[in-house]
């Protein structure tokens, strides 16, 4: 069973916005760190964003820039990645992740959970 399962991607034009979903388990939901990373072709994976309970307590890789946002429901048990005026370079397989902490999400090495991943493509 596959403990993070992401949805959403998809071919989206430059300037548009996508929305990316990851569900998990009620244990997991409740006990980890959810976030975001991404790999770009020929790139490593790297971190995107995440968010511990609330609004307040939320990380954002440096080249976000105010772009995207990253929520929580906890009747859904589910974590979404908002992205807005999107570019070329954000095309990349999008990773849901959960980690122990809201530092420890930043290190890849450190997650201890990973969904399948979610194409988005951003091209006109």
């Known amino acids: 069973q596959v403990p993070l399962v992401a949805s959403g991607g998809g071919l989206v034009q430059p300037g548009g916005s996508v929305r990316l979903s990851c569900a998990t388990s009620?244990?997991?939901?409740?006990?980890?760190?959810m976030g975001w990373f991404r790999q770009a072709p020929g790139k490593e994976r790297e971190f995107v964003a995440a968010m511990r309970w609330s609004a307040g307590n939320t990380a954002y890789g440096d080249f976000v820039k105010g772009r995207f946002t990253i929520s929580r429901d906890g009747a859904k048990n589910t974590v979404y990645l908002q992205m807005t005026n999107l570019k070329p370079e954000d095309t990349a397989v999008y990773y849901c992740?959960?980690?122990?902490?809201?530092?420890?999400?930043?290190?890849?090495?450190?997650?201890?959970?990973w969904g399948q991943g979610t194409q988005v493509t951003v091209s006109s």
């Open positions: 992740a959960a980690a122990p902490t809201i530092e420890s999400i930043r290190i890849e090495a450190q997650v201890t959970y």
């Open positions: 009620g244990h997991i939901y409740g006990t980890y760190v």
